[in-house]
């Protein structure tokens, strides 16, 4: 082991000693080659960098929805002369839960709060604050759409527009008459501790005047609709028709099945008249038709369920009485019973005639 007089143990080579995993005079330890160190950790970070990559191209995908979405606001609110030209930047909030189908409009003339739409702008907005209280009256909103008046379910197409934000001051002691406090901002003001914890009570207040708007329009009520197939026989279809208006039901195709004698009718069903259809089919059909319900869409059911005739041509078609069942009323009495909501119905309707209850002798 000696050469040029110089000793060398096992594992030195010119003079230079070298453990195990040494080559050129560099120590490399596992899973490192060329005097750079590799780890499995190199995989989690490009692992990350095709998730954030993910995440970045989700955002834009999710700006460029945002933005198609302003512009269908636009050009649907371009068609309504009576709301102002930028109404789609006066948007306050979306409801029920923030993302809902209900629109709720800031046309408070003293109050010019950031835009909806800042978020997606990619700007910053400047010289522009939120007045106290703001969540408040976007909370009570959030409440009125999430519960309606009709039924205490979510509305659906709603757009309310608050046009007058003003607190109103009483002075109990004296019982003097109410008065206005109007601030140099031309916002009424009020001190806080005079009716106790005003976020609360402002938040009842926009849901009760969110409710009784709603009220004072013309109102619709939705329907879940399943779509419904049925495969028959030509000898039952006359049947199958009959089960399918008394409840509520529309065909709207027909068609024979090729090579056979069997009829695939489509048509839609109500869900409040699903109950008990398909054993009522099968009763009248004698077991030779079978249906298939999915659910569909939402429908608006026709009629107003508050109408009552009110001009000489429903009088004198409906009668005073207006005994015509009114299909709208009997779905939302039908919901708020099951829900233990009051319901405005009479125990005893056109009472004409008179009983009594005496005992002949």
């Keep these: 082991g000696e050469e040029d007089g110089v000793k060398r143990g096992p ?21 490192e080659e060329d005097g750079v160190k590799k780890d499995s950790k190199e995989e989690d970070c490009s692992s990350k960098g095709s998730l954030e990559v993910a995440i970045a191209k989700l ?27 930028d109404v789609v930047d006066r948007i306050w909030s979306f409801g029920p839960r923030g993302v809902g189908p ?5 046309c408070v003339s003293a109050y010019q709060r ?16 939120t007045r106290e209280h703001d969540t408040s009256i976007v909370s009570g909103f959030q409440l009125a759409t999430l519960s309606g008046p009709l039924c ?12 007058q934000w003003a607190h109103q001051a009483t002075h109990s002691s004296s019982h003097q008459a109410c008065s206005l406090l109007t601030s140099s901002e031309g ?21 009760e005047g969110c409710r009784r708007a709603f009220l004072g329009r013309p109102v619709r009520l939705m329907a879940a609709t399943y779509s419904c197939g049925i495969m028959a026989t030509a000898e039952v279809l006359g049947k199958l028709y009959g089960v399918l208006g008394r409840r509520g039901g529309r065909v709207f195709s027909e068609e024979v099945k090729e090579g056979t004698t069997l009829f695939s009718v489509r048509a839609t069903l109500p869900v409040a008249e699903s109950f008990g259809f398909a054993e009522e ?20 059911i026709p009629g107003d369920p508050f109408w009552v005739p009110s001009t000489e041509e429903e009088l004198l078609h409906f009668g005073e009485k207006a ?5 709208a009323r009997r779905y939302m009495n039908m919901v708020r019973k099951r829900k233990g909501l009051p319901v405005d119905e009479k125990l005893v309707e056109h009472g004409e005639k008179q009983r009594t209850l005496k005992k002949n002798k």
């Design 11 to 31: 594992g030195e080579e010119d003079g230079v000693k070298r453990g195990p995993g040494e080559e050129d005079g560099v120590k490399r330890g596992p899973g």
């Design 59 to 85: 955002n834009d995908e999710m700006l460029e929805q945002l933005h198609e979405l302003r512009e269908k606001l636009r050009a649907a609110f371009r068609d309504a002369p009576e709301y102002p030209s």
């Design 102 to 106: 209900n629109i709720l409009l800031n």
């Design 114 to 129: 950031p835009s909806v739409w800042s978020s997606i702008d990619r700007g910053v907005v400047k010289g522009v604050v």
């Design 152 to 163: 205490e379910e979510p509305m659906h197409g709603v757009c309310l527009v608050l046009q």
């Design 187 to 207: 916002v009424a003001s009020l001190p806080f501790d005079a009716y106790g914890p005003v976020s609360g009570q402002l938040v009842s207040a926009m849901k």
């Design 281 to 300: 089919m099968r009763k009248k059909t004698s077991g030779l038709a079978s249906p298939q319900l999915v659910f569909s869409h939402w429908e608006v």
């Design 323 to 327: 005994d015509t069942e009114n299909i």
